[in-house]
């Protein structure tokens, strides 16, 4: 369970006249599912960025459960992400020549040196949920819907109280974007986890309990 506190947030990049994200305030309770929405180039993807301390903030307080990423040097703030953050990607970011089980471990496996008991249970117990039966199926033969799914039970396997997807569904057809939106809301309730979804997505926006518009950088309220 994770809540976020931002205060005075400002991105800047070089050759940008204007921030390219700028958030006075923004707070959310443990366990809420929320929808980021706007056109392209508003800032979505340096939110998301920004929340999973991937980019560091010009200036500016991002907290989650009072952890500041602004104080964290990069080691730190990647050791907190592996931690704390469970990440779904548009494009999957899935390893070729590997099973969907050896997937879904493989970033535990880099983390820890050595797999923590009981992760390979929870692995085959969320392929379960996510409909994949056949564990051990090279990953480059799965369906792009599929994948996708390896991918949510990727993210959730070593528990985080934070997930976050960048637009999960962008290339998956209707029946397969559905069916990810339901499993990543879904599990994330059952987990409690605070999900964070940027996405264009009016299907899996609706699925969402609260939605950002994020314009110029800003958030419309
Ligand atoms: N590393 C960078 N250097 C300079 N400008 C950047 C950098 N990263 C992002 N930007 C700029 O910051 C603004 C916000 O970009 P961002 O990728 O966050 O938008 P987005 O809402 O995710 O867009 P899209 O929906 O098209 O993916 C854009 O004007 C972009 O060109």
Redesign the pocket.
Known sequence: MSDLLLRDVV?R????ESP??AIPALDLPAGAQVALT????????????VLTGL?RVSHGRVAWNGTDLATLGEGERDRWRAANVGLVMQDFHLFPGLSALENVLLPQRLARFRLPAGVRDEAVRLLGRVGITRLEQPIETMSRGQMQRVAVARALVARPGIIVA??PTASLDGASGAAVAELLTGLAGEAGATLIV?S?DPRLVERLGHTLR?DG?RLES
């Open positions: 991105v990049f070089p050759g940008l390219a994200l706007g056109p392209s180039g508003c800032g979505k993807t340096t939110l998301i960025n980019e960048d637009e940027a264009h994020l950088g």
